[in-house]
């Protein structure tokens, strides 16, 4: 009888596929790559045209004799890795590694499927095909370049700052744009405005209705002090309030795309409060394969790396049938929606849909753990509302006159609610009801009761989420989805950024590498450059280019980067700080190092004394509350503030960097805020240029 040897990537996907197949096929893991390129050196030869030198990975020797005994007595070898430029490569690496171009015996097939269902591996299997080596270029074109980059600078970053220390191709473009929303953050300096509604009468009616104020005559108005907000009050004194005009109108809400890669992680962010690593985990099981009470394991969703929203015939046609059944046939979409995206969508897998629309997930929740039932529920929800109907609603919109002034009250009502029976994005604002509107027409009388004025102030930019960092770097081309989770786990997991609640900070560390490589390598650090490389290697992966040419233009502008920034360095002697304070176990003057957070104090006796203590770092100023020193201090997570040395004592604390001028207007401290100075008070609002020396 034949005997034939699937490979997958997953110990998890085997159980899954194995059941699809006769006893004729034996499935095993690879356990992700077997070769990479070495640890201990660049492995890259590049006098000899960028060849790449690569090596079994340690531990999997055992892994790769027991697929070559397996290999030896199968007469086929279908090549089952994921279906990607990595699934492509881990498939080429195994043929090197288990030498099966040598054996002319044997027939090495190339299967790949989007979902780990009996109906699409049986057709995988059906359609065999050859490794497509213009992905495997792609993937080993991504590999030279990343290594590269993170093994000519990342020694810099240890001889400047501290070991250990990382720069990679998109990490660090990642982090310069955290960095520059901090900056931006910083120095943003709030502008007064002020909103004004009106509560009003109608008569016949006991509860009043609240306008607000959206221009004067046919002009928008923007009113910024209190001052002008008077004049205002004062021109309407003894104004008659009428109805200029009641509009009712229908507003249509689309029914949302399919989940991408980049969608789920940003939806599972707002709704499930999942970081992007966690996101991804939980998929990955559920597209593996779970254990479903009466189904044995099933794959219950479909590949999870994909920037597509394209939806297969036969889902398409399973969701039509489904959907009518459950919701009926007013509920169903006409027509499939398109992403609409100026970045580059590679199509070849279709959007994240559950594998079954049958398998509703309230169904087979017991079979599930929590954290993977609310996921799957969330792709569920999400695939079958993008086949419904779009919601309709009923609008009303009443313009009141005062005078000049035109005040406006809207509400909208759901007259259809379409896909929203299925599912509701996290973020959707709650829709504006107001009874009062029902009754209200042209000739309804009104008076006014009161005006209600509001002070504001314009808020910053928000910080940045793993949610909003992953959609600018979709939104400017950078990374693909199988980059997103671990470039932003490096980041973190590097210190260079910290999380607290869901905001992202930067770090004193991310700070200082962030400055070393804007200085030293502005193109790594260039969004447009980073972009434009990721469309090149789509160019490789689409077969256009070939993946050296990318190497041989890439490599002599950043080798000569690194040869003056090497030269910079030399003129820096890079030496422990010596400080002035004692370490209170051996004598010896503490010095100042580089830690997993920024610097420290630390004896320089180690090991045989291993005291350390926090270090704060004098700003030269004085606390505004007691006149001792304001210091540079660090949240537990690393997010960096100014307090006084004197704390608990003193509880002064500042987000924004002090000075030691006092407010002219106010006499309350103030920050640097970019190249001004700014007083702490947003209602003072006074601010100034900072002088050069600052």
Same mark, same amino acid.
Request: charge should be positive; proline fraction near 4%.
């Given at each position: 009888?034949?005997?034939?040897?699937?490979?997958?990537?997953?110990?998890?996907?085997?159980?899954?596929?194995?059941?699809?197949?006769?006893?004729?096929?034996?499935?095993?893991?690879?356990?992700?790559?077997?070769?990479?390129?070495?640890?201990?050196?660049?492995?890259?030869?590049?006098?000899?045209?960028?060849?790449?030198?690569?090596?079994?990975?340690?531990?999997?020797?055992?892994?790769?004799?027991?697929?070559?005994?397996?290999?030896?007595?199968?007469?086929?070898?279908?090549?089952?890795?994921?279906?990607?430029?990595?699934?492509?490569?881990?498939?080429?690496?195994?043929?090197?590694?288990?030498?099966?171009?040598?054996?002319?015996?044997?027939?090495?097939?190339?299967?790949?499927?989007?979902?780990?269902?009996?109906?699409?591996?049986?057709?995988?299997?059906?359609?065999?095909?050859?490794?497509?080596?213009?992905?495997?270029?792609?993937?080993?074109?991504?590999?030279?370049?990343?290594?590269?980059?993170?093994?000519?600078?990342?020694?810099?970053?240890?001889?400047?700052?501290?070991?250990?220390?990382?720069?990679?191709?998109?990490?660090?473009?990642?982090?310069?744009?955290?960095?520059?929303?901090?900056?931006?953050?910083?120095?943003?300096?709030?502008?007064?405005?002020?909103?004004?509604?009106?509560?009003?009468?109608?008569?016949?009616?006991?509860?009043?209705?609240?306008?607000?104020?959206?221009?004067?005559?046919?002009?928008?108005?923007?009113?910024?002090?209190?001052?002008?907000?008077?004049?205002?009050?004062?021109?309407?004194?003894?104004?008659?309030?009428?109805?200029?005009?009641?509009?009712?109108?229908?507003?249509?809400?689309?029914?949302?795309?399919?989940?991408?890669?980049?969608?789920?992680?940003?939806?599972?962010?707002?709704?499930?409060?999942?970081?992007?690593?966690?996101?991804?985990?939980?998929?990955?099981?559920?597209?593996?394969?779970?254990?479903?009470?009466?189904?044995?394991?099933?794959?219950?969703?479909?590949?999870?790396?994909?920037?597509?929203?394209?939806?297969?015939?036969?889902?398409?046609?399973?969701?039509?049938?489904?959907?009518?059944?459950?919701?009926?046939?007013?509920?169903?979409?006409?027509?499939?929606?398109?992403?609409?995206?100026?970045?580059?969508?590679?199509?070849?897998?279709?959007?994240?849909?559950?594998?079954?629309?049958?398998?509703?997930?309230?169904?087979?929740?017991?079979?599930?753990?929590?954290?993977?039932?609310?996921?799957?529920?969330?792709?569920?929800?999400?695939?079958?509302?993008?086949?419904?109907?779009?919601?309709?609603?009923?609008?009303?919109?009443?313009?009141?006159?005062?005078?000049?002034?035109?005040?406006?009250?809207?509400?909208? /009502?759901?007259?259809?609610?379409?896909?929203?029976?299925?599912?509701?994005?996290?973020?959707?604002?709650?829709?504006?009801?107001?009874?009062?509107?029902?009754?209200?027409?042209?000739?309804?009388?009104?008076?006014?009761?009161?005006?209600?004025?509001?002070?504001?102030?314009?808020?910053?930019?928000?910080?940045?989420?793993?949610?909003?960092?992953?959609?600018?770097?979709?939104?400017?081309?950078?990374?693909?989805?199988?980059?997103?989770?671990?470039?932003?786990?490096?980041?973190?997991?590097?210190?260079?950024?910290?999380?607290?609640?869901?905001?992202?900070?930067?770090?004193?560390?991310?700070?200082?590498?962030?400055?070393?490589?804007?200085?030293?390598?502005?193109?790594?650090?260039?969004?447009?450059?980073?972009?434009?490389?990721?469309?090149?290697?789509?160019?490789?992966?689409?077969?256009?280019?070939?993946?050296?040419?990318?190497?041989?233009?890439?490599?002599?502008?950043?080798? /000569?980067?690194?040869?003056?920034?090497?030269?910079?360095?030399?003129?820096?002697?890079?030496?422990?700080?010596?400080?002035?304070?004692?370490?209170?176990?051996?004598?010896?003057?503490?010095?100042?190092?580089?830690?997993?957070?920024?610097?420290?104090?630390?004896?320089?006796?180690?090991?045989?004394?291993?005291?350390?203590?926090?270090?704060?770092?004098?700003?030269?100023?004085?606390?505004?509350? &007691?006149?001792?020193?304001?210091?540079?201090?660090?949240?537990?997570?690393?997010?960096?503030?100014?307090?006084?040395?004197?704390?608990?004592?003193?509880?002064?604390?500042?987000?924004?960097?002090?000075?030691?001028?006092?407010?002219?207007? &106010?006499?309350?401290?103030?920050?640097?805020?970019?190249? /001004?100075?700014? &007083?702490?008070?947003?209602?003072?609002?006074?601010?100034?240029?900072?002088?050069?020396?600052?």
């Amino acid at each position: 009888m034949a005997k034939y040897l699937v490979i997958v990537e997953s110990p998890a996907k085997v159980k899954t596929i194995k059941k699809f197949l006769g006893k004729n096929y034996e499935v095993m893991a690879s356990n992700g790559h077997v070769r990479d390129l070495p640890k201990s050196q660049l492995g890259i030869d590049v006098e000899n045209n960028f060849e790449p030198k690569y090596i079994t990975i340690r531990g999997k020797g055992e892994i790769l004799a027991k697929l070559r005994k397996e290999a030896k007595k199968a007469t086929k070898i279908y090549l089952a890795t994921d279906p990607d430029r990595e699934g492509e490569a881990i498939s080429w690496h195994l043929t090197k590694a288990l030498k099966l171009e040598e054996n002319a015996d044997k027939q090495v097939y190339r299967i790949s499927f989007n979902e780990i269902t009996k109906t699409a591996v049986k057709e995988a299997f059906k359609n065999p095909r050859e490794i497509d080596t213009d992905l495997v270029d792609a993937q080993q074109a991504r590999r030279e370049l990343d290594r590269i980059v993170g093994y000519r600078i990342s020694p810099l970053l240890w001889a400047k700052v501290k070991r250990g220390l990382s720069a990679g191709r998109v990490q660090s473009v990642a982090l310069r744009i955290v960095c520059d929303r901090e900056e931006e953050i910083n120095a943003f300096i709030p502008t007064e405005y002020w909103n004004l509604e009106a509560d009003i009468a109608i008569e016949g009616e006991k509860k009043p209705l609240t306008a607000k104020l959206v221009g004067k005559n046919d002009e928008k108005i923007t009113i910024s002090s209190k001052d002008e907000m008077d004049q205002v009050l004062k021109e309407m004194e003894g104004k008659k309030v009428e109805i200029l005009s009641v509009k009712k109108g229908e507003r249509t809400k689309k029914a949302p795309l399919p989940f991408t890669t980049s969608t789920l992680q940003q939806e599972a962010s707002k709704a499930l409060n999942f970081p992007i690593s966690k996101t991804m985990r939980i998929a990955q099981q559920l597209y593996e394969g779970v254990d479903v009470k009466g189904q044995g394991t099933v794959g219950l969703i479909t590949y999870l790396r994909t920037d597509s929203t394209r939806i297969s015939d036969e889902a398409q046609a399973a969701a039509k049938t489904f959907i009518e059944k459950n919701y009926g046939s007013q509920y169903l979409a006409s027509g499939e929606q398109k992403k609409k995206s100026s970045v580059k969508v590679q199509d070849a897998h279709e959007a994240i849909r559950p594998s079954d629309i049958n398998r509703v997930p309230s169904e087979i929740k017991e079979s599930l753990t929590r954290d993977q039932f609310r996921l799957y529920q969330l792709i569920w929800k999400r695939f079958t509302a993008c086949r419904m109907a779009n919601a309709k609603y009923e609008t009303t919109t009443v313009t009141i006159g005062i005078g000049e002034y035109r005040f406006r009250v809207s509400a909208s /009502k759901v007259a259809f609610d379409g896909f929203m029976m299925a599912y509701v994005e996290a973020d959707t604002e709650k829709e504006k009801s107001n009874v009062l509107l029902k009754t209200i027409d042209e000739d309804s009388k009104l008076s006014l009761i009161e005006f209600n004025p509001t002070q504001h102030f314009t808020q910053p930019p928000a910080h940045y989420t793993e949610a909003s960092l992953v959609k600018t770097l979709e939104e400017l081309g950078i990374g693909r989805p199988s980059t997103y989770s671990p470039t932003i786990t490096t980041i973190i997991a590097r210190h260079y950024i910290t999380k607290e609640q869901k905001n992202l900070y930067v770090t004193e560390i991310g700070e200082v590498v962030n400055s070393i490589m804007k200085e030293s390598f502005p193109v790594i650090v260039n969004d447009k450059f980073t972009a434009n490389m990721e469309s090149l290697l789509d160019s490789v992966a689409e077969g256009k280019l070939c993946w050296k040419t990318v190497i041989e233009n890439f490599y002599p502008d950043l080798e /000569k980067a690194v040869e003056v920034a090497e030269e910079q360095l030399e003129k820096v002697t890079i030496e422990d700080e010596v400080t002035d304070v004692i370490c209170d176990k051996c004598g010896r003057n503490m010095v100042i190092k580089y830690g997993p957070h920024g610097k420290f104090l630390a004896c320089p006796g180690f090991p045989e004394c291993r005291n350390t203590k926090t270090y704060f770092e004098k700003i030269g100023v004085a606390c505004p509350k &007691c006149g001792k020193d304001v210091v540079i201090k660090k949240t537990r997570k690393g997010r960096k503030y100014y307090g006084c040395i004197d704390n608990p004592e003193c509880d002064f604390m500042s987000w924004g960097r002090p000075v030691n001028e006092k407010c002219p207007k &106010c006499g309350g401290y103030m920050v640097v805020k970019g190249n /001004k100075i700014a &007083c702490q008070n947003e209602q003072c609002g006074f601010v100034k240029e900072k002088p050069k020396e600052e």
